[in-house]
């Protein structure tokens, strides 16, 4: 089944959204990469509701300031005036989109069983960075401390940074879902070992 086409306008105010302002990684590069994953869930596990999933998914980063606690709601409340001003008629479940990327303000503190098969999937098509190979990796690594550069002191972010890596390293699954951790886990923890080493 195609995925439900977006009215350009709908596209081209998403897109104005993302490069607002202009950013390192949470741009709409890291939306494509996620959709990536999406893909690839939907031709191997498959989605119980693609639509909002993929939504989410475009929808999840939309509001982004470095250091803000609440672009994720903002995202959230994005994602429902779009679909309720371009896709009211299109049987979308918005308050689903909404809940799945207020879900994202809570990555690695999140355990299986705390989430659905769909919200294990769409968060880890999110983490799936993580896995990445070396090179993309440490260049999403440079993106995030770019991002957070002129908005926290640089030891400050260095020491939070690590303590998050070091907190994802120290869980007994990095991803929600069977599916990805069973073909990312390793990669993402040699990934994570280098980058906790390198900020000592």
């Not at 606690?69 to 001003?85: C, G, M, T, W, Y």
Request: with cysteine.
């Amino acid at each position: 089944m195609s995925p439900l086409p977006l009215p350009s306008a709908q596209l081209d105010a998403l897109k104005a959204a993302y490069a607002t302002p202009p950013r390192a990684y949470h741009n709409f590069a890291h939306v494509e990469e996620v959709l990536r994953h999406y893909d690839e869930v939907t031709a191997g596990p498959g989605w119980t509701q693609p639509e909002e999933v993929r939504l989410a998914v475009l929808y999840h980063d939309a509001i982004y300031e470095a250091g803000r606690k609440d672009n994720e709601a903002r995202s959230a409340e994005l994602a429902v005036a779009h679909i309720d001003q371009w896709l009211a008629d299109s049987g979308i479940d918005a308050a689903r989109v909404a809940d799945l990327i207020n879900l994202t303000a809570r990555h690695g503190t999140l355990a299986p069983q705390d989430v659905d098969r769909d919200a294990a999937l769409f968060l880890d098509c999110d983490m799936a960075i993580l896995a990445a190979e070396p090179a993309v990796f440490a260049a999403y690594d440079r993106g995030i401390t770019a991002e957070y550069r002129g908005h926290v002191p640089a030891w400050l972010f260095k020491l939070n940074r690590r303590r998050f890596l070091k907190a994802l390293l120290a869980k007994e699954r990095i991803f929600l879902s069977d599916w990805f951790h069973q073909r990312l886990d390793a990669q993402a923890r040699i990934n994570l070992r280098r980058a906790v080493t390198e900020k000592r």
